[in-house]
């Protein structure tokens, strides 16, 4: 069974530093893509960032120049360094993994942005 598990989620302040991993476990051959998304309160889950067989990542305008995306090979673990912390990154964040044909999501962890 593929377990991910998002962790790193916290309380920050405004301009403040932060960084999310995302961990995969169990019987996985080939991890294609790992994705970062979020979902803030009242709000549909929006995509974040990617990393693609780990060397491609792609973000979405908001967060482009912020947020950078990286990939452990060794740990199948994928990190969110974001920086330059807005109110408006307030949400849940979620981990996707795209591995062996299949999606794979994480519960979740909280990132509150504020003063």
């Known amino acids: 069974q593929v377990q991910v598990v998002e962790s790193g989620g916290t309380l920050v302040q405004p301009g403040g530093s932060l960084r999310l991993s995302c961990a995969v476990s169990?019987?996985?051959?080939?991890?294609?893509?790992m994705r970062w998304y979020r979902q803030a309160p009242g709000k549909q889950r929006e995509f974040v960032a990617q990393?693609?067989?780990?060397?491609?990542?792609n973000y979405e305008d908001s967060v482009k120049g912020r947020f950078t995306i990286s990939r452990d090979f060794a740990k199948d673990t994928a990190y969110l360094q974001m920086s330059s912390l807005k109110p408006e990154d307030t949400a849940i964040y979620y981990c996707?993994?795209?591995?062996?044909?299949?999606?794979?999501w994480g519960q979740g962890t909280q990132v509150t942005i504020s003063s």
């Open positions: 996707n993994v795209f591995a062996d044909g299949l999606d794979y």
């Open positions: 169990g019987r996985v051959f080939t991890i294609y893509a």
């Open positions: 990393i693609v067989s780990g060397a491609s990542a």
